[in-house]
Nanobody, 124 residues
Framework: QVQLVESGGGLVQAGGSLRLSCATS????????MGWFRQAPGKEREFVGS????????LYADSVKGRFTISRDNAKNTVYLQMNSLEPEDTAVYYC?????????????????WGQGTQVTVSS
């Protein structure tokens, strides 16, 4: 049984920073890509970023490029999303996702496992 548990969400003022963590358990992680998605009220779930199994490849949505950084610690089975210069438009529930393969892209079909999500609210 694979479990993904996000933490680190909260309320922050515009311009501030948050770091999300996603701890995984079960028989996956070190050989699989990981991703972050987000979903705002009334909107579709959208891709934020992904990282390959060994961290060599990273992909970001244009809307977060230069502000967000994804990283992973395979020894801790944890993936992180550092979010800087946050904007009210970043307000959403953020989901961690476990990829089907070593490399993953920006579509939900590349991912098999999902966390429950953590709320990020950015006030103006």
């Amino acid at each position: 049984q694979v479990q993904l548990v996000e933490s680190g969400g909260g309320l922050v003022q515009a311009g501030g920073s948050l770091r999300l963590s996603c701890a995984t358990s079960g028989r996956m992680f070190s050989n699989n890509a990981m991703g972050w998605f987000r979903q705002a009220p009334g909107k579709e779930r959208e891709f934020v970023g992904s990282i390959s199994w060994n961290g060599s490849n990273k992909l970001y949505a244009d809307s977060v490029k230069g502000r967000f950084t994804i990283s992973r610690d395979n020894a801790k089975n944890t993936v992180y999303l550092q979010m800087n210069s946050l904007e009210p438009e970043d307000t959403a529930v953020y989901y961690c996702a476990g990829g089907l393969r070593a490399y993953a892209g920006a579509v939900t079909q590349d991912y098999r496992y999902w966390g429950q999500g953590t709320q990020v609210t950015v006030s103006s």
